[in-house]
């Protein structure tokens, strides 16, 4: 803290003593006043006199959680933005309106049997899959160095809101934002915020939107400007691992075998499988029976059969496969700070194999990684 000659009284709550150092963010920031009498009263004072950096200086950033010990580079910045409206004629899951996010119909019956889908209910599925690309492809063309994710969370909440669709993660178990934005060593559920993409960073953006009684889920890892050659070939690596569990979807295979193909070739590539995040089905709720995991010997439950829906969505490292979570309870990241890559599908079992229902489209941005 600076100390002033001057003598003014702690803005400290409860104190009135003669006050002579003043904060050093609001000197930075030269915001008037923010004297305290003692390094004790300012820090008693810190969670409500840090607001005023914000208040008074909106363009001030800073990171929510100073003493938390990150394993990478890569920083929160906030303020975050405000919660972005959804119009109120747009249907929205029960979780919407809950104070806690809370979805009762997963609560009562998301690790119940599988369900196969009826035919009407396949074809509002790739409907709202289709929808679901779109939104992602608009994401991905706001990529580029420089723009915040909070830009591209704007993105994705106004093409998503403009389908009359509702963005799924918006407060489900209280997520403040529409999209999931995983940068370099977040693994997944990254919340979008006002960091600018940076030159050879690798980015997940996750897409989930809510439309017909029904969720579409999605997500691809994109490159920002020059990335390094190990980067992309994590990325590359992680796109086979999708596509080989994908190879497999058919009527009569196992859930649980999955996670070996996936495994396998992440191994022998040099990289690690993510153990604590899974695939899952998805349809009427957001998250439901089956859960997939994306490593070898796992004892998922459940026989695939025509009519299921699920997504498969391996989360790759290039260092070890644990993670740990920031203190805002959502962004997982690698405890050793090496980077990780993931892709998501929603797939659909037919009676002879499967369907991609959130595939490209003939619009689409080119691959980045030419196929």
């Not at 009562?108 to 690309?133: D, H, K, S, W, Y």
């Not at 969720?215 to 691809?220: E, F, I, R, S, V």
């Not at 086979?240 to 009527?251: G, N, S, T, Y």
């Not at 604590?276 to 010997?297: E, L, Q, R």
Request: charged fraction near 25%; proline fraction near 6%.
């Amino acid at each position: 803290m600076t100390d002033i000659a001057n003598k003014h009284t702690c803005e400290a709550a409860g104190c009135s003593k003669v006050a002579s150092l003043q904060c050093p963010n609001c000197v930075k920031l030269e915001l008037e006043g923010s004297f305290f009498c003692s390094q004790d009263c300012f820090r008693k004072s810190w969670s409500a006199h840090k607001a005023k950096h914000q208040v008074e200086n909106p363009k001030a950033t800073y990171d929510p959680f100073p003493s938390y010990k990150y394993t990478g580079s890569l920083r929160p910045v906030y303020p975050l933005s405000p919660r972005r409206a959804v119009p109120e004629d747009i249907p929205r899951p029960d979780y919407a309106s809950d104070p806690r996010g809370y979805s009762r119909i997963e609560q009562r019956f998301g690790n119940a049997q599988i369900i196969a889908m009826a035919p009407e209910e396949i074809e509002t599925m790739r409907r709202v899959c289709r929808l679901g690309r779109e939104v992602l492809d608009i994401a991905a063309r706001a990529i580029k160095v420089g723009v915040t994710t909070d830009e591209i969370d704007r993105v994705v909440h106004e093409a998503t809101i403009e389908r009359k669709a509702y963005p799924s993660p918006l407060n489900y178990y209280q997520f403040p934002k529409s999209v999931c934005t995983s940068i370099n060593e977040v693994v997944c559920h990254g919340i979008p915020d006002q960091r600018p993409l940076q030159d050879g960073d690798i980015i997940n953006i996750d897409i989930s939107l809510y439309k017909d009684g029904f969720h579409a889920d999605l997500n691809k890892t994109y490159f920002v400007g020059n990335v390094d050659s190990e980067s992309k070939r994590l990325v590359k690596t992680t796109r086979e691992c999708l596509q080989k569990a994908i190879d497999m979807v058919k009527p009569g295979v196992r859930y649980r075998d999955l996670g070996s193909a996936i495994e396998a070739h992440a191994t022998a590539n040099g990289f690690s499988v993510v153990r604590t995040y899974c695939g899952h089905g998805v349809g009427k709720m957001f998250h439901s029976a089956p859960n997939i995991p994306h490593y070898a010997k796992n004892k998922a439950i459940g026989v695939m059969k025509a009519g299921h829906v699920f997504t498969i969505e391996p989360m790759i490292n290039a260092g070890v496969y644990n993670d740990q979570t920031w203190r805002d309870n959502w962004t997982a990241v690698t405890v050793d700070g090496k980077r990780s890559a993931q892709f998501e599908h929603t797939i659909l079992v037919t009676e002879t194999g499967y369907e991609i229902l959130t595939g490209r489209l003939p619009d689409s941005p080119p691959s980045q990684l030419g196929f």
